[in-house]
């Protein structure tokens, strides 16, 4: 099994700061056959189910606010907020759908500073 | 618009059995992989159990198999998961999620299982 490890555990950024969250892969979800890497990011808020806000790395799900960008390739990746919204706080996990079973980091916690 | 709504969540006794079904509307159901997400109450996310769009493949947790039956009804669009011997340690809120689609290269088509919506989840509880 492919074992996503995010950090930092938890992170807390003033409004208008920039906010990154790390995550790595056991092994490279790179896809030779289409030169992308199979990494996802969700955001999930208080009593709400979790929502996509980047898939292959770095494509930004549509309707998603571009502060929002994802970045990295093999096994190593990266989730930056530019500005930090009040709306942001949240929980973010990264997700591999390299391969079955599709695993998902422990979460970072965001918080407002 | 993509709907995703989960029903059958319920306390159960341990070793007992539950069917969770997730009734899907807003898109072309057949042309999607679906899967089934958990989150144990205070915890992260974990992977449950997947199925292609013709229902002809399916994947399993090894938390899960042997356990737990995915099928999916391609004619009433619903999703469903059979979930037999539960342990305590199923006790979570289940989701069900729409994959994001295929891909093609020169091996075939492939589905690309991040979960691009997510329904709002129905709470399991195993105890005696």
């Known amino acids: 099994d492919i074992v996503m490890t995010q950090s930092p555990d938890s992170l807390a950024v003033s409004l208008g700061e920039r906010a990154t969250i790390n995550c790595k892969s056991s092994?490279?979800?790179?896809?030779?056959?289409?030169?992308?890497?199979?990494l996802a990011w969700y955001q999930q808020k208080p009593r709400q189910p979790p929502k996509l806000l980047i898939y292959?790395?770095?494509t930004r799900e549509s309707g998603v606010p571009d502060r929002f960008s994802g970045a990295g390739s093999g096994t190593d990746f990266t989730l930056t907020i530019s500005s930090l919204q009040a709306e942001d706080v949240a929980v973010y996990y990264c997700?591999?759908?390299?391969?079955?079973?599709?695993?998902f980091g422990q979460g970072t916690k965001l918080e407002m500073k | 618009e993509v709907q995703l709504l989960e029903s059958g969540g319920d306390l159960v006794q341990p070793g007992g059995s539950l069917r969770l079904s997730c009734a899907a509307s807003?898109?072309?159901?057949?042309?999607?992989?679906m899967n089934w997400v958990r989150q144990a109450p205070g915890k992260g996310l974990e992977w449950v159990s997947g199925i292609s769009g013709s229902g002809g493949s399916t994947y399993y947790a090894d938390s899960v198999k042997g356990r737990f039956t995915i099928s999916r009804d391609n004619f009433k669009n619903t999703l469903s998961l059979q979930m037999n011997s539960l342990r305590a340690d199923d006790t979570a809120v289940y989701y069900c999620?729409?994959?994001?689609?295929?891909?093609?290269?020169?091996?075939?088509?492939?589905?690309?299982?991040?979960?691009?919506?997510w329904g709002q989840g129905t709470l399991v509880t195993v105890s005696s």
């Open positions: 292959w790395a770095s």
């Open positions: 807003g898109f072309t159901f057949t042309s999607y992989a």
């Open positions: 092994q490279s979800v790179l896809h030779i056959s289409n030169n992308k890497n199979s």
């Open positions: 997700q591999q759908y390299f391969s079955a079973p599709y695993t």
């Open positions: 999620a729409k994959a994001g689609g295929y891909y093609y290269d020169s091996s075939g088509y492939h589905s690309t299982e991040y979960f691009q919506r």
